[in-house]
């Protein structure tokens, strides 16, 4: 079956670079997700890459996918403090509509 | 704001008891979903309708039912509650039937107590 797997948290100092992890198992054609959720609200997507692509850039956020085993990487760049958050990654297979969820990284950014 | 909205913000209610969650999706979307977000199960998905059928199940008790209405806006119902069905849950919505993009509303926090 689907599973998503992530690191549970990451420091990081203000100004930095931050590189968030996950890995995936669908074998299938899929799109891959990064959302972010601050404290007490909703997920806000931040990024999708389909599976036939190498990387994604989108102002600071950079996300490169390495196919053969399955990791993807969300990089967020000079990384801030309004930053800190719980990242998700997400698998949705082109041949299903939900998307399955890793437990999501605690990202700490420090000043 | 991802013009999803969600109604109430948060509930509380009493074990054996019935609730009612209600979604908006953003203007256009026919597609809704529900998903429940536990500190023990992490974030589930439970079911989805698109234009008014359901066309997708997870992991959704027998004890929960949902329904899109004609307005396209979607109840999630759970009945008798049970201490572990304390959670956050999201609604989120998509244009299409299997949308590349799903924004989530805010969220209703039930409590059962």
């Known amino acids: 079956g689907e599973d998503v797997e992530q690191s549970l948290f990451l420091s990081v100092r203000e100004g930095d670079s931050s590189v968030i992890n996950c890995t995936y198992t669908d074998s299938s054609s899929t799109y891959l997700y990064w959302y972010k959720q601050e404290p007490g609200a909703g997920l806000q997507l931040l990024t999708y890459i389909f599976s036939n692509m190498d990387m994604k850039q989108d102002q600071r956020l950079t996300v490169l996918l390495n196919k053969k085993d399955k990791h993807l990487s969300l990089r967020i760049a000079d990384t801030q403090t309004g930053d800190s958050a719980i990242y998700f990654c997400a698998e949705r297979s082109v041949l299903g509509t939900a998307l399955i969820f890793g437990k999501g990284t605690t990202l700490s950014v420090s000043s | 704001d991802s013009g999803v909205t969600q109604t109430p913000k948060h509930l509380i209610t009493a074990t054996g008891q019935r609730v009612t969650l209600r979604c908006s999706p953003r203007s256009g979307d026919l597609s809704v979903y529900w998903y429940q977000q536990s500190l023990d199960q992490g974030l589930q998905f439970l079911i989805q309708?698109?234009?008014?059928?359901?066309?997708a199940k997870g992991n959704i008790l027998e004890r929960f039912s949902a329904q899109q209405f004609p307005d396209l806006h979607s109840e999630l119902n759970l009945s008798s509650l049970e201490l572990g069905d304390s959670a956050l849950y999201f609604c989120?919505?998509?244009?299409?039937?299997?949308?590349?993009?799903?924004?989530f509303g805010p969220g209703t926090r039930l409590t059962v107590l």
């Open positions: 989120a919505s998509s244009v299409e039937l299997a949308g590349n993009e799903q924004f």
């Open positions: 309708y698109y234009n008014g059928e359901e066309r």
